[in-house]
């Protein structure tokens, strides 16, 4: 991310955070100007995530960002209720990166920050709507797991 799009990326996240919080929704941390904006869940390092991905995709879902095992057994017990998730969900991007501690499930769309104003604000709400759907999906199955907070 080059500095000239700080600007751009503090616009959509701090607009879409002030909608966010009346979701109740808390975020992480301000954005300034990075590609994403984390929201909190019950568990800690476990992250509702929006973001511009560096591939031309808009991203919302949940990244796990605790130890590298951790990650990696709660990535599998998610994956093995992938079905009824997506049922209620869509289809999901299921990223379990190989040499990085950090594991994602998202729903994905085509977008950028360079898009027009009515893009983003459709990126926006759409990322409105998942976030209560991700919280509603993913909360019960962060409090059964087993590690620990």
């Not at 100007?33 to 992250?47: A, E, P, Q, V, Y």
């Not at 994602?104 to 027009?116: F, N, P, V």
């Not at 759409?126 to 199955?141: C, G, I, S, T, Y």
């Amino acid at each position: 991310m080059t500095s000239s799009l700080s600007p751009m990326y503090d616009r959509f996240f701090n607009a879409l955070d002030r909608e966010a919080r009346n979701l109740r929704f808390e975020r992480c941390f301000k954005p300034y100007g990075k590609n994403f904006l984390h929201f909190r869940t019950d568990r800690s390092r476990f992250f509702y995530d929006v973001a511009f991905a560096k591939d031309g995709r808009f991203r919302v879902g949940l990244a796990l960002a605790r130890g590298y095992n951790e990650n990696r057994e709660a990535f599998h017990d998610f994956k093995a209720d992938q079905k009824v998730i997506e049922q209620k969900l869509g289809p999901l991007s299921w990223d379990m990166v190989t040499n990085r501690k950090q594991c994602y499930i998202h729903s994905l769309r085509s977008g950028t920050i360079h898009d027009s104003e009515q893009k983003l604000s459709e990126l926006k709400q759409w990322a409105l709507q998942m976030l209560p759907e991700f919280r509603d999906v993913f909360q019960p199955r962060l409090r059964r797991l087993k590690v620990t907070t």
